[in-house]
């Protein structure tokens, strides 16, 4: 995986696996930021569905160079926290690079979404994978909204993506490699 070997401060960062679909049903149960991806209020059963959907997402995402969310465990416990990677976002015939990234509910608020999200940022312009990044986040997220704007990402437009309104924020190469002075 393209993430291999990545870690933080508090976080090592690695492919997902379906083992994780037990510790990733947490993420589906009474999160109250479902909403920002379209997701109503579900139950424990119909939430496991939802978390093995997910990671064979990801897993798919690998296996057809699509980059794809990466599990996030806290080096002092072991415990999978959430989820952050890069992911191939397509526009028409044209297609974005996305830093991605999402915590489940009990670890939000901690700083490891934006922990993470700096060294998959950093990752992607180091090693020449794009040269900008996008995150698609609802207007109405402000946590994730914060989380962007910590990756000193800007907010370049408005869309609807999966029938939601969104804003994109974007951080180009040359902003970058200022930052990195």
Aim: proline share 2%; glycine share 6%; charged share 30%.
């Amino acid at each position: 995986m393209y993430l291999n070997q990545l870690s933080t401060e508090r976080l090592t960062i690695r492919p997902l696996q379906l083992e994780d679909v037990k510790d990733w049903t947490a993420f589906f149960i009474d999160n109250p930021n479902l909403k920002h991806l379209g997701i109503g209020k579900i139950d424990a059963k119909t939430a496991e569905l939802y978390a093995k959907s997910w990671i064979e997402k990801q897993i798919w995402r690998y296996e057809n160079n699509e980059y794809g969310h990466h599990a996030l465990i806290l080096k002092e416990t072991g415990k999978l926290v959430g989820q952050c990677g890069l992911l191939t976002q397509g526009f028409g015939d044209e297609k974005e690079i996305e830093v991605g990234y999402h915590m489940l509910p009990e670890y939000m608020q901690k700083g490891y979404a934006t922990e993470a999200a700096l060294a998959v940022r950093n990752f992607a312009f180091e090693n020449n994978i794009t040269d900008s990044l996008i995150s698609l986040i609802g207007i109405d997220n402000e946590p994730a909204q914060k989380v962007a704007k910590k990756l000193s990402m800007k907010k370049d437009s408005r869309m609807k993506a999966n029938g939601m309104d969104v804003y994109i924020y974007q951080i180009n190469r040359e902003e970058w490699e200022e930052l990195q002075k």
